[in-house]
T-cell receptor
Framework: GAVVSQHPSWVICKSGTSVKIECRSL??????MFWYRQFPKQSLMLMAT?????????EQGVEKDKFLINHASLTLSTLTVTSAHPEDSSFYIC????????????FGPGTRLTVL | AQSVAQPEDQVNVAEGNPLTVKCTYS??????LFWYVQYPNRGLQFLLK??????LVKGSYGFEAEFNKSQTSFHLKKPSALVSDSALYFC?????????????FGQGTTLQVKP
């Protein structure tokens, strides 16, 4: 299967700081990537759709000024959590479909964010 | 509204026995159905999908799933469970005509396989 990587795998930061998480498709190009948030023992909540060359599309209730998404190239999308607070602590996972928006999505290994 | 239901929070099975993890869906139009597995503190791994064609889909690690249109179900099965199959399993759906690619996930089912 296709490979999607995320960096860092875990990060601890202080309240008020910003944290950038990278999502890369290693062996395919992705015009679309998705960002999810997952709380312990719960399902994935879609935060936004990252689109190469255009603005991200955010799901209802997700603050776009808080969670900045940039799809810099066909293999890289970044999620920046700005002015992080303890309630932003979570497991963040990205995914990318190999061919188009309706194809199989491959997921990154996730990033554990802890805000102190 | 589109939705996916996994009615069991946890499924317990003895090693070597067959396992079933249930999934039902509600979507307008033709569904694209997926099963993913998640190990602790990891991302999701793709197991199998149904798009069209044969209702019985075979996937990774000996798993299979059967698409049942009349019952709107897509249950995950394996003839003989392994302890290493213990993990969190997610069923997901995309509406076939959707061009957004947004996956709708069920709430997840924890599979516990005991030796």
């Amino acid at each position: 299967g296709a490979v999607v990587s995320q960096h860092p795998s875990w990060v601890i930061c202080k309240s008020g700081t910003s944290v950038k998480i990278e999502c890369r498709s290693l062996d395919f190009q992705a015009t679309t990537m998705f960002w999810y948030r997952q709380f312990p023992k719960q399902s994935l909540m879609l935060m936004a759709t990252s689109n190469e060359g255009s603005k991200a599309t955010y799901e209802q209730g997700v603050e776009k000024d808080k969670f900045l998404i940039n799809h810099a190239s066909l293999t890289l999308s970044t999620l920046t959590v700005t002015s992080a607070h303890p309630e932003d602590s979570s497991f963040y996972i990205c995914s990318a479909p190999t061919q188009g928006a309706g194809d199989t999505q491959y997921f990154g290994p996730g990033t554990r964010l802890t805000v102190l | 509204a589109q939705s996916v239901a996994q009615p069991e929070d946890q499924v317990n099975v003895a090693e070597g026995n067959p396992l079933t993890v249930k999934c039902t869906y509600s979507v307008s139009g033709n569904p694209y159905l997926f099963w993913y597995v998640q190990y602790p503190n990891r991302g999701l791994q793709f197991l199998l999908k149904y798009i069209t064609g044969d209702n019985l889909v075979k996937g990774s690690y000996g798993f299979e799933a059967e698409f049942n249109k009349s019952q709107t179900s897509f249950h995950l099965k394996k003839p003989s469970a392994l302890v290493s199959d213990s993990a969190l399993y997610f069923c997901a759906v995309i509406r076939g005509s959707s061009n957004t690619g947004k996956l709708i996930f069920g709430q997840g089912t924890t599979l516990q396989v005991k030796p």
